[in-house]
């Protein structure tokens, strides 16, 4: 019974040390990943959301130029950028940003398109020129897909005025064939034409005249409520000041020097405050139009829109 029960002890030994020796060849083996895992473990983080994780993959795989992919990585690295900005309003790299869009582009549509709608997200207006060029200029991208891209360039006119958002997508709407892109021209015209006609515009003149009469009022006018109580305090301080010194100086039989020097401040006030009101109303129509102009972009020029119309492939698939 003892013999039998050293023997199943030593078998157990051998082997527990055959499986543990040969663990450590294994470990001395090494470990390679190919350049197609790396890829598709960077497109599943990207598909997961975890962009920071995903931008890690893609810039190991663009920076080594992988011979083996045939597959842009740029326009991975470009969506993920994009993601971050637009929905964590993450402060990207520019340096990098303006290094990827400068880069010579391969004869691609989905890189030609994201570039073009990356170039003006980030701020390089006069690039997003230069990609659609190209993409009109090209005999290998379908009419489609240029009309999506016209469809993108558009929105460049979001930082001009109404007219030229009106002119550009009404020509777009009766050129076009692509039925999503006619539908979207024509939404957009229908929006712009709701704003124009609902948008109670402020008249920088109007703004002036009325802080000419009551200092203050013409902020209130242009909605501008703490600037306005602010003027109407300072214009009082000084102007009543400068009255009531003069009395009191007056009474004294004493020089004017004080309330000559308030009467002084408070007209560069009361003048600061005519000209400011009149700013304010510029200022506050811009920002309604930014404000317009962002509602479009979320609801059509957004990078999932970009995504689904790029025509981009992913390695990894659920």
Do not use: C
């Not at 023997?7 to 499986?19: E, G, K, P, R």
């Not at 598709?40 to 190991?60: A, P």
């Not at 520019?94 to 869009?101: A, G, M, N, V």
């Amino acid at each position: 019974m003892y013999l039998k029960s050293k023997i199943i002890i030593i078998l157990f030994l051998s082997i527990q040390f055959n499986v543990y020796s040969q663990s450590l060849l294994e470990l001395k083996k090494p470990i390679t990943i190919t350049s197609k895992e790396l890829l598709s473990t960077g497109d599943y983080f990207y598909q997961n959301q975890k962009y920071l994780h995903s931008i890690l993959y893609y810039e190991y795989l663009y920076f080594n130029n992988y011979s083996d992919i045939n597959i842009p990585i740029k326009p991975r690295l470009l969506l993920n950028y994009l993601r971050l900005k637009e929905r964590y309003n993450k402060t990207i790299d520019t340096s990098l940003i303006q290094k990827l869009l400068l880069e010579n582009n391969s004869n691609l549509y989905t890189e030609y398109y994201i570039d073009l709608y990356a170039s003006f997200r980030f701020g390089y207006n006069s690039f997003a020129f230069v990609k659609i060029n190209k993409i009109l200029q090209s005999d290998t991208i379908s009419e489609d897909q240029k009309d999506y891209a016209k469809l993108i360039f558009g929105s460049l006119y979001f930082e001009e005025n109404l007219n030229e958002v009106e002119k550009y997508y009404t020509k777009l709407a009766k050129e076009t064939k692509n039925q999503e892109v006619k539908n979207i021209s024509l939404e957009i015209l229908k929006k712009t034409n709701n704003f124009n006609n609902n948008f109670s515009k402020k008249n920088p003149w109007v703004a002036g005249i009325l802080s000419i009469f009551i200092p203050g009022s013409g902020y209130f006018y242009t909605h501008h409520y703490t600037d306005g109580l602010l003027s109407l305090f300072w214009n009082s301080v000084f102007i009543g000041g400068g009255i009531y010194m003069y009395q009191l100086e007056k009474n004294n039989n004493k020089n004017h020097i004080i309330s000559y020097g308030f009467l002084i401040m408070g007209l560069s006030v009361y003048i600061s405050n005519i000209i400011g009101s009149y700013t304010s109303a510029i200022r506050y129509n811009n920002y309604k139009l930014r404000i317009f102009y962002r509602e479009l972009r979320n609801l059509y020029f957004n990078t999932d829109f970009i995504e689904r119309t790029s025509g981009i492939q992913f390695e990894f698939k659920y």
